[in-house]
């Protein structure tokens, strides 16, 4: 209880203005405003900034400055900022956080302001949009997307024999497929079963027609979760995938670009990293999931958000609407670094890694999952290593390590809600 009063006491403390030489309404002498924005991914910077130039242009009154913070010190950086009063006047939100930041009081309420202005929410991904709301309001608009797909190396395929995944694949086909691609004399395995969250994880759980958090309840103890659990930590028992231990030195997803595994679950985002290797430009490939119990992925993506104390709300606003239409998301896409969220503007970024049949990311919107998250959602996610770590490093045990899991879940569940 204390460790959560004294966060949203820091978070909540009040933000001065950045920058010196501005009146109340956040103007600059001039009678220009210049708004502070926070983001964290340099790839996504060339991209962000031609929907800054353009933005700028229809809003003469208004410029943007970017502040660019690793992903690494992001948060740490954004709290300490809060609490110093140079906090940015928007800046980018991720599921893990939204509801802690919402409840803490320093995120600006935007249903108001979306109702008001007829902004497109509706044309983003319905899934994701509810992520960055909170008790019923928004607060976050969202710019990007991503979902998870099996990537595979078509060169490892062809030299066993193996059909490519493709859209008809179950778990038994990758199953199988992972048995007949593992060889050990040349330490190549078939799949890289990670205990990744958002790639790995969550998707083998929904996937088994389990969950992760329902109703304030966490679903690791549920026997479809543990299903899911089991099928997933079967190929490391089997030696078809590297053990968790084995991913301390080199990640999965180290392994599939080096091509010491012929499938690997990824996101969306990581095409364009996919797209700068080599090999995998020549013979990388992505399919949609395989179906389990159902078909299944998890939907995430960054939202814009704007800061409670912000003394520039009304220009926040108008980037924040403007970063939500269709010409901001055209522009992003056309980058290519980033999925836009904004219905029918992916086409650009389909084009711009044409190697790569990126539109299965789009075609499993239909039955994604929004990330599960909760007020205080790293507290529970950081459980899930400590406790199913033993399982995915090849020892067994996953159903006593889930349960467990579940267990411990709800209790800090319950205490955010104390």
């Not at 208004?62 to 690793?70: A, D, F, G, K, Q």
């Not at 979760?225 to 490391?236: A, F």
């Not at 590297?242 to 996101?267: C, F, H, I």
């Not at 499993?364 to 790293?378: I, Q």
């Amino acid at each position: 209880m204390r460790r959560r009063t004294l966060l949203y006491g820091a978070m909540a403390a009040p933000l001065l203005a950045a920058c010196s030489g501005q009146s109340d309404d956040g103007k600059q002498s001039g009678g220009r405003t210049t708004l502070s924005y926070g983001v964290w991914d340099v790839a996504q910077v060339p991209g962000l900034q031609k929907v800054i130039d353009a933005f700028e242009k229809k809003n003469p009154g208004i410029s943007v400055r970017m502040e660019l913070t690793p992903w690494s010190s992001y948060w740490t950086t954004l709290k300490t900022s809060m609490r110093g009063g140079t906090a940015p006047d928007v800046f980018w939100m991720n599921a893990v956080n939204l509801q802690l930041y919402a409840a803490g009081g320093v995120l600006e309420p935007l249903s108001g302001h979306i109702k008001s202005d007829a902004t497109p929410v509706d044309r983003h991904p319905e899934a994701l949009v509810q992520i960055y709301a909170y008790q019923g309001t928004q607060y976050g608009i969202p710019k990007d997307f991503d979902t998870i797909g099996l990537w595979y190396n078509k060169a490892l395929f062809d030299k066993a024999g193996i059909k490519y995944p493709d859209a008809t694949w179950t778990w038994d086909d990758v199953r199988d497929a992972a048995a007949e691609l593992t060889n050990p004399r040349q330490r190549v395995h078939g799949m890289a079963a990670e205990m990744d969250r958002q790639g790995q994880l969550y998707p083998a759980v929904f996937g088994a027609g389990g969950y992760v958090l329902r109703d304030g309840k966490s679903g690791f103890g549920d026997e479809r979760s543990i299903e899911g659990l089991r099928y997933w930590t079967d190929m490391i028992d089997r030696g078809w995938s590297p053990p968790q231990s084995a991913m301390v030195e080199s990640k999965g997803r180290n392994r599939y670009w080096s091509e010491k595994t012929a499938m690997y679950y990824d996101l969306s985002a990581m095409a364009g990293q996919m797209y700068a290797v080599p090999a995998l430009k020549d013979h990388g490939g992505v399919a949609v999931l395989p179906k389990g119990r159902e078909r299944a992925t998890v939907i995430h993506g960054l939202a814009n958000v704007i800061s409670a104390k912000s003394r520039k709300k009304e220009a926040a606003w108008k980037f924040v609407h403007f970063m939500a239409g269709r010409e901001a998301a055209e522009i992003q896409a056309s980058a290519g670094a980033t999925l836009s969220s904004y219905e029918g503007t992916q086409d650009a970024w389909f084009k711009s890694m044409p190697e790569f049949d990126l539109k299965n990311f789009v075609d499993m919107l239909e039955y994604a999952v929004p990330y599960p998250s909760s007020k205080n959602t790293a507290v529970w996610e950081n459980l899930q290593y400590p406790l199913l770590g033993a399982a995915f490093s090849g020892k067994g045990g996953i159903e006593s390590a889930a349960r467990t899991l579940g267990e411990q879940m709800d209790r800090a569940l319950k205490e955010e809600r104390a």
